[in-house]
T-cell receptor, first 110, second 113 residues
Framework: AQRVTQPEKLLSVFKGAPVELKCNYS??????LFWYVQYSRQRLQLLLRHISRESIKGFTADLNKGETSFHLKKPFAQEEDSAMYYCALSLTDSWGKLQFGAGTQVVVTP | NAGVMQNPRHLVRRRGQEARLRCSPM?????VYWYRQLPEEGLKFMVYLQKENIIDESGMPKERFSAEFPKEGPSILRIQQVVRGDSAAYFCASSQGSARDLFFGPGTRLTVL
């Protein structure tokens, strides 16, 4: 069965420090992976998708098929990065049918 | 573009009543998805609809839950005879196509007393 695991419920980092949010998945097919973010009092929104191999707001994520991981990284955390982050796996060709992890709350302190 | 709209934002029902949750997709979007989020958990896919068609309802509970997306008007998620376990946040998302980015609504928080 498909599963997305985010082992950290809460990640507290200092401003300027690197931050890494872990995401592991189990899926027998060829995965499409995404990171979504929800800032305080805002809607859930797409942060980045692995297929685009892009960097958004300084965040990058590399798909490692050998380790079945899609960790999200940023070298220098900013206070505005404080948010809830969800890793998600597309269950089919439809990018809308997603399996979400439980989420990681990131708190960046000055 | 106002984005995906959901109403009501908060809904309180007593056990046994019906809950109707509405979702208006973004302008130009014909694909709608419903998700449910229980406390301390990630979002769980429920159903995928296009206008007048249910494409995938593999995440819907077999009983009491139904969804529609009529030719005119919003998509409706209907929960009959609600139970306390139905208390959750229900999110709607829309997209222009199946391999296109999702845009989420603000969610409806359902509380069953």
């Amino acid at each position: 069965a498909q599963r997305v695991t985010q082992p950290e419920k809460l990640l507290s980092v200092f401003k300027g420090a690197p931050v890494e949010l872990k995401c592991n998945y189990s899926y027998s097919g060829s995965p499409e992976l995404f990171w979504y973010v929800q800032y305080s009092r805002q809607r859930l929104q797409l942060l980045l998708r692995h297929i685009s191999r892009e960097s958004i707001k300084g965040f990058t994520a590399d798909l490692n098929k050998g380790e079945t991981s899609f960790h999200l990284k940023k070298p220098f955390a900013q206070e505005e990065d404080s948010a809830m982050y969800y890793c998600a796996l597309s269950l089919t060709d439809s990018w809308g049918k997603l399996q979400f992890g439980a989420g990681t709350q990131v708190v960046v302190t000055p | 573009n106002a984005g995906v709209m959901q109403n009501p934002r908060h809904l309180v029902r007593r056990r046994g009543q019906e809950a109707r949750l509405r979702c208006s997709p973004m302008k130009g979007h014909s694909h709608v998805y419903w998700y449910r989020q229980l406390p301390e958990e990630g979002l769980k896919f429920m159903v995928y609809l296009q206008k007048e068609n249910i494409i995938d309802e593999s995440g819907m509970p077999k009983e009491r839950f139904s969804a529609e997306f009529p030719k005119e008007g919003p998509s409706i998620l209907r929960i009959q005879q609600v139970v306390r376990g139905d208390s959750a946040a229900y999110f709607c998302a829309s997209s222009q196509g199946s391999a296109r980015d999702l845009f989420f609504g603000p969610g409806t928080r359902l509380t069953v007393l």
